[in-house]
């Protein structure tokens, strides 16, 4: 029988493509003399059984791989418009420095002495960044930014603590990173939410009436998660000083005032900072990423150890000598890895090219916020970096955010992040980053304002996409719940 579409459309396991005795590499004839296995392991440690391995020759191996990465969508196939996590392009030259042999052979146990080079990357990687950031001292233990935000937290805790007065509470804005609240309660902490104002900032008034002596401090995000810059930050940061509190900034968004305004300046006394957004290393899917911390003289003395520092002999070194440190957050020193994509990234772009990038970011929002603003509402106005558009229009027509958002994956777009921040309604939060094209802006606005035709004409439609992407809709429930992903041998338990 002649089939229709004879190309396949599933994607075998590599576990089914095997077959017996296949192999993509070729090991030569040792030249020294063998010896058994069981004359060089205890028998403890050895096998009982073969390891479940897939047998397969190199272009199966390379095929297999080629064919799932393009059943998934990733910045290098297309654009990733996903608000708050600044899904920008990673240049390749990032790859390459990360895995020159000097530095990506390293052992973490190899004495201080022996990789003075990749300390003065760190040393170095910190010292931009402090300037960037217009802070004292830094640790880049953190592998994310949610955990530099409980790095963050805990420094209020050992700050306050020092002074005899550990306090109760952290106020956050309604707006915030879901992470914010989560952060203070694994801190300890008592969340107070405090609404914002019509503008979508944080209110002086509103906040100065929270205030009071049980108060640690203020975690505010600038711009926030509308992609509003908190233009009363100076002030606000002067009644949090006032009332003995200190100042977090969420640093995620730092990518909108890079090279422009700095935490530090505005009265921030900690902030960190997402290398795997702002700094372009890969990011998605739980990747190791790197949540550097930033930190105003006062709060040095309990920041994580060890510190780098350089010791007299012009080298570099490992200060383990901090009593009052908050300890360690993380194996070794951090995600090294990661922090050399971030190195090279600045290093590459230099002063001017940061810069740059902050206000291309903005500007290519401002563009798309303009191109859709006549169809999808900004209840908040237009963001700097980000927009938060709503699809409440579409409801009349049985049309949801969400529809949109999987009609979109048709037209080779990643949606953007929708219901998201929750303050607004059937939202759809957008970020295009600085990396794209006026062309590729164009395409998803034109995307974007025909699938609100769509939605009036054919609702159904929209409502029954995705038509393109390997699978449609999904329980996505369940999918988060039991996915089917696990292989298991014929045979095994
Ligand atoms: C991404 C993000 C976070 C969390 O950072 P992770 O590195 O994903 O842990 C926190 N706050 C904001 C505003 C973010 O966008």
Redesign the pocket.
């Known amino acids: 029988m002649k089939e229709k579409n004879p190309k396949r459309t599933d994607s075998p396991l590599i576990f089914e493509r095997s077959r017996p005795g296949r192999r993509g590499t070729a090991v030569p004839e040792p030249d020294v003399p063998t010896r058994p296995l069981e004359e060089l392991l205890p028998k403890a440690m050895m096998r009982k059984e073969p390891p479940s391995l897939p047998e397969v020759s190199e272009n199966e191996v390379v095929r297999h791989f080629t064919e799932i990465s393009l059943m998934n969508h990733h910045v290098d196939r297309g654009f990733y418009p996903l608000g708050?996590?600044t899904m920008k392009y990673n240049p390749k030259v990032n790859e390459q420095t990360a895995r020159l042999p000097g530095l990506a052979d390293l052992h973490p146990f190899q004495p201080t002495s022996a990789v003075q080079g990749a300390l003065r990357l760190m040393w170095e990687l910190g010292e931009m960044l402090k300037e960037i950031v217009g802070m004292d001292e830094i640790t880049l233990q953190p592998a994310?930014?949610?955990?530099g935000?409980l790095v963050g937290a805990l420094l209020f805790r050992a700050y306050h603590t020092a002074q005899g007065d550990p306090r109760k509470k952290i106020i956050i804005p309604d707006s915030a990173?879901g992470?914010?609240p989560a952060t203070v309660r694994m801190a300890g902490y008592e969340v107070v939410t405090l609404k914002s104002n019509e503008e979508g900032r944080m209110d002086p008034g509103a906040l100065e009436s929270a205030l009071g002596e049980d108060v640690a401090g203020v975690m505010l995000?600038n711009p926030n998660?509308l992609g509003k810059f908190e233009s009363d930050v100076e002030e606000i940061a002067r009644l949090v000083h006032e009332a003995g509190g200190l100042m977090y900034m969420?640093g995620?968004?730092l990518n909108a005032l890079i090279g422009v305004a700095r935490p530090g300046d505005l009265g921030y006394d900690i902030v960190h900072l997402?290398l795997?957004?702002t700094f372009s290393t890969p990011h998605g899917g739980g990747g190791p990423?790197a949540?550097p911390v930033a930190v105003k003289e006062h709060l040095a003395p309990y920041l994580p150890l060890p510190i780098l520092t350089r010791a007299g002999d012009g080298g570099y070194a490992l200060d383990w000598e901090r009593p009052e440190s908050i300890g360690k957050v993380h194996g070794f020193w951090g995600n090294f890895g990661v922090l050399v994509r971030a190195y090279t990234y600045i290093r590459m772009l230099g002063r001017d090219g940061m810069r740059r990038t902050g206000m291309a970011a903005v500007l290519n929002n401002a563009y798309m916020s303009a191109r859709l603003e006549g169809t999808y509402s900004l209840p908040y106005g237009r963001g700097m970096h980000e927009s938060v558009f709503s699809g409440s229009f579409l409801k009349e027509h049985g049309v949801r955010t969400l529809d949109v958002a999987k009609r979109l994956l048709d037209f080779g777009v990643h949606a953007p992040t929708v219901y998201f921040p929750l303050i607004v309604p059937e939202a759809i939060m957008a970020e295009p980053t600085e990396t794209e094209t006026k062309d590729e802006l164009d395409r998803f606005c034109e995307a974007m304002l025909q699938i609100a035709e769509e939605a009036k004409a054919d609702p159904e439609f929209v409502k029954n996409a995705p038509y393109s992407t390997p699978v449609r809709r999904l329980d996505e429930a369940l999918a988060n719940r039991r996915p089917n992903v696990r292989y298991r041998p014929e045979g095994s338990d």
């Open positions: 708050s996590c994310a930014g949610a955990q935000e990173h992470t914010n995000t998660t969420d995620a968004n997402n795997h957004k990423g949540g």
